[in-house]
């Protein structure tokens, strides 16, 4: 405020007239003038370069839940920008090959729950190493299967399907394990699974869980999918053999719907 009155100073030395004339006709004084004009100018300029930013700022929070039709929906950050190639889309011969697909078919009726302190998801080729959350899948009004989005930035969701016998799974006792995370996070930056887009076939998965059991999974393919042109109850579907499905999103950022347009699903068969 200081550095503002010296400038507002040396701009009234340099007019043609002193400020005591140029103010003479008001009926308060210059310096009084000045005095209650300034702050109230800051005060102005603060309250206009905050609404700008908030109008401007990208990024941002979508539905906090979301039905089997569609997916967990992420606080984005609008991060990532990525060409989404043809054949990465996931096709219906890959969800059908699930059925045949060999593998481990559960070793463990006892195995924990997973979503206490202690459970881990870690993908050591890109560097995740994250803490299970569980999330139990509840039905809304119209009957339709609900999934809540993980906690935070570095939170990975694991869904409970008890209520849906024929979707999901849980490591050690069989199906299809399904987890969620974000792939970026708004005022946080990349998440959890900013880097599941590099992750490649033959890729190991590792699900570690409190009493100290471990249970390995191989990438098997990783796609992509636009969230409104697939049946979800297909992709978290049971699997005969013990499976892994991961979900996060992917392709471009829309500020408009605060969305991305395409998900991410990666699918690993247990071999450990």
């Known amino acids: 405020m200081n550095r503002f009155r010296v400038s507002l100073v040396r701009l009234f030395a340099r007019l043609p007239v002193s400020p005591g004339r140029l103010f003479a006709g008001l009926p308060v004084s210059p310096r009084r003038l000045f005095l209650v004009g300034a702050p109230v100018l800051a005060v102005a300029i603060f309250v206009l370069l905050l609404a700008l930013r908030i109008a401007l700022g990208g990024g941002g929070g979508e539905d906090e839940q979301a039905k089997i039709s569609g997916t967990p929906t992420a606080h984005s950050a609008g991060l990532l920008d990525e060409s989404v190639l043809q054949q990465q889309q996931l096709g219906r011969e890959d969800l059908a090959n699930r059925q045949g697909q060999e593998g481990i ?61 024929s979707l999901g799974g849980r490591p050690g006792v069989g199906g299809n394990t399904v987890l ?87 699918w690993a068969t247990r071999t450990g």
């Open 105 to 165: 078919s559960g070793t463990n009726p006892d195995a924990p729950v997973p979503g206490a302190e202690g459970d881990r998801l870690l993908i050591p080729s890109i560097g995740v190493d994250a803490p299970l959350t569980m999330r139990v899948v509840t039905t809304d009004a119209n009957g339709a299967a609900k999934m809540e989005n993980p906690e935070g930035p570095k939170d990975v969701a694991w869904y409970d399907f008890s209520a849906f016998p």
């Open 180 to 266: 969620s995370g974000h792939v970026d996070y708004h005022n946080y930056g990349p998440a959890v699974f900013w880097d599941l887009r590099k992750l490649e076939v033959g890729g190991e998965i590792i699900i570690h869980l409190r009493d100290g059991t471990e249970y390995k999974y191989t990438v098997q393919w990783n796609r992509t999918v636009e969230p409104s042109s697939t049946t979800w109850s297909d992709i978290v579907a049971s699997t005969p053999q013990e499976s892994l499905t991961m979900i996060t999103c992917a392709g471009t950022f829309d500020s408009s719907t605060r969305s991305y347009d395409q998900r991410r699903v990666v």
